[in-house]
């Protein structure tokens, strides 16, 4: 079975950074887009970057253009999202996702395989 396995989720303070990662459990997926996506307490679940299936491209949503940035390793099947400048806002959970095409998508019903997500809470 296809999984998702993201890490490195944590307590930080403002101003702070932290690195998600996301493995799959498939060599497959080196040549899927991959994205980063969160939710929020009562709140939909939001689009956060995306990157293409060789890395050559990337996305990433307006309010974390310019502090996080995402990145690939395909020969760990494993992906990455850099977090700087961590405000309380990012305070949510943080899914990694895949979708069955190399090229960008921005859209969750875009995505085909989705982890269980890791807790990221920023303090003041």
């Known amino acids: 079975q296809v999984q998702l396995v993201e890490s490195g989720g944590g307590l930080v303070q403002a101003g702070g950074s932290l690195r998600l990662s996301c493995a799959a459990s498939?060599?497959?997926?080196?040549?899927?887009?991959r994205a980063w996506f969160r939710q929020a307490p009562e709140k939909e679940r939001e689009f956060v970057a995306t990157i293409s299936g060789r890395g050559s491209a990337t996305g990433y949503g307006d309010s974390v253009k310019g502090r996080f940035t995402i990145f690939r390793d395909n020969a760990k099947n494993t992906v990455y999202l850099q977090m700087n400048s961590l405000k309380p806002e990012d305070t949510a959970v943080y899914y990694c996702a895949a979708r069955k095409n190399y090229w960008l998508a921005y859209r969750r019903d875009e995505y085909d395989y989705w982890g269980q997500g890791t807790q990221v809470t920023v303090s003041a």
């Open positions: 498939e060599r497959t997926f080196s040549a899927y887009a």
